[in-house]
Nanobody
């Protein structure tokens, strides 16, 4: 089992940037696939970005060119750098870990993009 804690959310103006971080209760980042999901008000949860043990990443089409997922081995965090934010990026962002067929979730951090 693992606990995941997200941080870095907040209010930002359109065109601005935020960096989300995900910390885990044990060092799993270089072993298991890690992802960021988001859920906007009234919408289904969607996969935003994923990174696997090799370091290969995948991004949703809606965020390609704007978001980057990375793994910081020194800080043992998974980060989501979000640039050129749009109002439609407003959502609760969740960090997940895929461990032995089980998907673990953090409690989420709210990102609001508004002027």
């Amino acid at each position: 089992q693992v606990q995941l804690v997200e941080s870095g959310g907040g209010l930002v103006q359109p065109g601005g940037s935020l960096r989300l971080s995900c910390a885990a209760s044990r060092n799993i980042f270089s072993i298991y696939p890690m992802s960021w999901y988001r859920q906007a008000p009234g919408k289904q949860r969607e996969l935003v970005a994923r990174i696997i043990s090799s370091g290969r990443t995948n991004l949703a089409d809606s965020v390609k060119g704007r978001f980057t997922i990375s793994r910081d081995n020194a800080k043992t965090t998974i980060d989501l750098q979000m640039n050129s934010l749009k109002p439609e990026d407003t959502a609760v962002y969740y960090c997940t870990a895929e461990i032995n067929g089980i998907l673990y979730w953090g409690k989420g951090t709210l990102v609001t993009v508004s002027s």
